[in-house]
Nanobody, 119 residues
């Protein structure tokens, strides 16, 4: 099993910045990919950014140039730096990993952290 703990959400004014962090623990052999998703009220969960183990990234169009994903493979941690935040970025943000544990490979989700951007 893999446990994910997120931190860094909060309330910020439009144009401001926040940094989300994700720490993975458990019987981890490797984290193959780490990503961030978000879900706003009444909407489906959507991909924000994702990074594979080799460092290749994938960003949603609506965050390109504003958000930056990073990870530390040795520490099994990751982060999402969010700049130039907009009210429409308000959502619960979830860390997701594709992890290999002893004997299996599966996706895991964090509990989510609220990001609220005021206008």
């Amino acid at each position: 099993q893999v446990q994910l703990v997120e931190s860094g959400g909060g309330l910020v004014q439009a144009g401001g910045s926040l940094r989300l962090s994700c720490a993975a623990s458990g019987n981890i052999v490797s984290i193959n990919a780490m990503g961030w998703y978000r879900q706003a009220p009444g909407k489906q969960r959507e991909l924000v950014a994702r990074m594979d183990r080799g460092g290749s990234t994938n960003y949603a169009d609506f965050v390109k140039g504003r958000f930056t994903i990073s990870r530390d493979n040795a520490k099994n941690t990751g982060a999402l730096q969010m700049n130039s935040l907009k009210p429409e970025d308000t959502a619960v943000y979830y860390c997701n990993v594709d992890a290999t544990t002893r004997g299996s490979r599966a996706p895991y989700w964090g509990q989510g952290t609220q990001v609220t951007v005021s206008s």
